[in-house]
């Protein structure tokens, strides 16, 4: 089974730009979060989608959303890019996401780059 | 690879020997913890989970230590190995019943001399 792919691997923006990213899922799971991964705060967690619906949300800016679709599939928007968005952006995966024997399975992450 | 932190605390180990990762975590309200290992370039993979019940887990070659007085994590791993160079993050969930979100700790190098 193919594991969790994200999309594009490297991007290098401009401040003020805006940017979407992908993830696929592995197949069957319904539930995809994202985490934000930088040097000085770690990962942290933005959102979390299941069945095309946002169904947890960290502490992030409104500019920071996120969308599900019907194959669950999921992109995550970043506008009014600033230098401090700078960072690894990865997408997890899982069955369900509601249960704590549910793992997460990471994808290998999209290089976020604002000049 | 990719760089997921330039100033982790590092922990070195000489190949053969016994590691001990530790982890403070922030919650004592968190129920159920994992550590995660991330290699250079790739995402975070799970590696062993413990709920608040329990306060030893054992897996292959890991073992994972649950103080919940103190609220602190540590993973053992049993004659470290090259492969196991790597970043290592314990996560807590905030969310004990309903769905799951996790929070990480900032992650430790592990760095393995031959």
């Known amino acids: 089974k193919a594991g969790v792919t994200q999309t594009p691997r490297y991007l290098i923006k401009t401040r003020g730009q805006q940017v979407t990213l992908s993830c696929s899922p592995i197949?069957?799971?319904?539930?995809v979060s994202w985490y934000q991964q930088t040097p000085g705060q770690g990962l942290q967690f933005l959102f979390e989608y299941f069945s095309e619906t946002q169904r947890n949300k960290g502490n992030f800016p409104g500019r920071f959303s996120g969308r599900q679709f019907s194959n669950s599939r999921s992109e995550m928007n970043v506008s009014t890019l600033e230098l401090g968005d700078s960072a690894l952006y990865l997408c997890?995966?899982?069955?369900?996401?509601?249960?704590?024997?549910?793992?997460?399975?990471f994808g290998p992450g999209t290089r976020l780059t604002v000049l | 690879g990719e760089s997921v932190g330039l100033h982790l605390p590092t922990l070195s180990v000489q190949e053969g020997d016994n590691s001990i990762i530790n982890c403070a975590y922030s919650?004592?309200?968190?129920?159920?913890f994992i550590w995660y290992k991330q290699e250079s370039g790739k995402g975070p993979q799970f590696i062993i989970d413990?709920?608040?019940?329990?306060d030893k887990r054992q897996g292959q070659r890991v073992t994972v230590l649950l103080n919940k007085t103190v609220k602190h994590l540590s993973l053992q791993i049993a004659a470290t190995q090259p492969g196991d160079s790597a970043v290592y993050f314990c996560a807590e969930n905030l969310t004990p019943s309903g769905t799951y979100k996790y929070i990480f700790g900032t992650g430790t190098r592990l760095k393995v001399l031959a």
């Open positions: 997890a995966s899982s069955l369900e996401g509601a249960s704590e024997t549910d793992t997460q399975y």
């Open positions: 197949s069957g799971h319904r539930s």
């Open positions: 413990i709920r608040s019940n329990m």
């Open positions: 919650n004592s309200a968190s129920d159920y």
